[in-house]
């Protein structure tokens, strides 16, 4: 599979990794949800996409059953997709992506159901094509900037208002550098999202869309951070 020649990155314990159960449900939700939102709602013939959420992979940026605006221009996704620099690695982008070919195969590995064609997922853009990318007992590093705060403080900041929030994750991938025409994407509640530190770095082609703004439902209305 192409998204396996960053060959670089490796994780040094699967057996810390979290269960996929409930991110292979989220990506076979996902696809079927979209589909089945109005007409009206998904506005094809515009740039965006209207989507719903599933699964708590993305938590506590978007949450289960949130529908959120998705801005599919071309220069969007390209300006995405541009190296981070020196930039904190939480300040990137939020994507809409495909799911990659890769996560088909950890189904099968797992014995879990395969997400659907079309099934697509929210992940953070940590890295792009160039970019180096260091993770050491789960903080995440991209050319040299250690993440801060680490997601997982602020979706267990409020506990009670965020059910879903994994346990921590301690895992060390790479370091490595992101190949060109290529993309690194983590979920924010690592500790339930099947993402790069598993399947590796995706094709940067796969990425659909950025996530603009949360719609519904308005307690968590507000801009995609």
């Known amino acids: ?7 670089t990155f490796r994780v040094s314990n699967l057996l810390k990794l979290h269960s996929i159960a409930s991110e292979l449900a ?17 506005a094809y013939a515009l740039p965006f996409r209207v989507v719903d959420v ?8 978007l949450y289960p059953h949130d529908i959120v ?8 996704v390209r300006d995405a997709l541009e190296p981070r620099g020196k930039l904190q690695p939480t300040t990137a982008p939020v994507v ?6 890769a996560l088909r195969q950890i189904a099968r590995d797992a014995g879990r159901p395969e997400p659907p064609r079309g099934a697509r997922l929210f992940k953070r853009l940590v890295a792009s094509g160039g970019d180096a990318v260091a993770i050491k007992g789960g903080a995440v590093s991209i050319n040299g900037v250690r993440e801060s705060p680490r997601p997982h403080e602020a979706c267990v900041a409020v506990p009670r208002e965020r059910p879903g929030c994994a346990p921590e994750v301690s895992y060390d991938v790479g370091p490595g550098v992101v190949p060109p025409g290529a993309a690194f994407v983590l979920g ?15 094709r940067d082609r796969s990425v659909r869309g950025v996530a603009r703004w949360t719609l519904l439902p308005p307690a968590h209305g507000g801009p995609v951070r």
């Open 26 to 42: 989220g990506a076979t939700r996902v696809g079927a949800g979209a589909a089945a939102l109005p007409l009206l709602l998904t």
């Open 69 to 76: 605006l998705v801005d599919t221009r071309a220069g969007t």
């Open 1 to 7: 599979c192409w998204c396996h020649q960053i060959t």
């Open 96 to 101: 809409w992506l495909d799911a990659p070919n």
């Open 54 to 61: 599933e699964g708590p992979s993305m938590l506590p940026t």
């Open 188 to 202: 924010d509640n690592r500790g339930a999202s099947t993402d790069s530190a598993l399947f590796g770095a995706v």
